[in-house]
């Protein structure tokens, strides 16, 4: 009698330890931790939990006061996607998905040149900007922004030509350089593309890091949209092109990566 009472109290005791065991594994899970044998060196070993004698590993307390001050020192905004034309600095880990997007250097905003009806925007240092404030049936001119292209590093993005949708200018040369997560492809897709035909004015979509590189396509002509392209590795650049006469549109395109 006596032995059968042992093992009824050593059961409930069994039991007991297992249900505490299982309320603690709960309780590192919700907040934020992990089972795990061995904690990180940055992570906070909280205690015992689980089987096997783990331990509840809880991730470091994220402060990114500094890279949102280095982000702000560059004149950069942090947001989840660089708007077109803005550059992905790179600066981060946020303790979100943000990215810090740094303006280009040319500011769309500048003061139109207004001209009458009859005259036109210089062909070399100026663009039209139909939305501009000028009076009556005058065009409104503003310079060229030779400042273009970029590094984009966010898991998604968006990069156009030169005031798109506007008409870009000529004598320009834009490199975008498209770098994502290590081990991931990028997808590239263009919404929209006219440019100068007959490979006067070109768009070149490279899969690597250089323009020596595999050469997937090479657009002109237009307008068209839908085509996509995917890079074998996590880099891909694209290179557009415009000489010294006629102006069109140019492109817009996303990307986004591929695991």
Excluded at 3 to 31: D, H, P
Aim: net charge negative; glycine share 6%; charged share 20%.
């Amino acid at each position: 009698m006596k032995f059968v009472f042992v093992l009824a109290i050593f059961i409930v005791c069994a039991a007991a330890v297992t249900i505490l065991k299982v309320k603690n594994t709960r309780q590192c899970k919700a907040g934020g931790g992990i089972c795990k044998q061995t904690c990180a060196v940055d992570e906070e070993d909280t205690g015992s939990c689980c089987r096997n004698s783990y331990r509840c590993c809880q991730p470091p307390t994220c402060n990114d006061t500094l890279q949102h001050a280095q982000c702000k020192a560059k004149n950069g905004e942090s947001k989840p996607v660089c708007d077109v034309n803005e550059q992905d600095t790179g600066i981060g880990p946020f303790c979100n998905p943000n990215r810090c997007c740094e303006p280009p250097t040319c500011i769309a905003s500048v003061d139109c040149n207004c001209k009458s009806s009859t005259s036109s925007c210089h062909w070399k240092n100026e663009y039209q900007d139909n939305a501009g404030n000028c009076s009556g049936s005058d065009k409104c001119c503003k310079p060229c922004c030779f400042t273009c292209g970029g590094t984009f590093k966010g898991p998604e993005g968006r990069l156009t030509s030169p005031h798109y949708p506007l008409n870009y200018c000529n004598e320009q040369r834009c490199t975008y350089t498209i770098i994502v997560e290590e081990g991931s492809k990028v997808m590239l897709n263009f919404t929209f593309v006219e440019l100068e035909p007959y490979f006067a004015d070109t768009v070149k979509v490279y899969d690597g890091e250089i323009s020596t590189d595999t050469l997937l396509a090479t657009l002109d002509d237009g307008p068209f949209e839908g085509l996509e392209f995917n890079s074998t590795s996590n880099k891909m650049i694209i290179v557009f092109k415009s000489d010294t006469i006629t102006v069109f549109p140019g492109f817009s395109a996303i990307y986004k990566t591929l695991q």
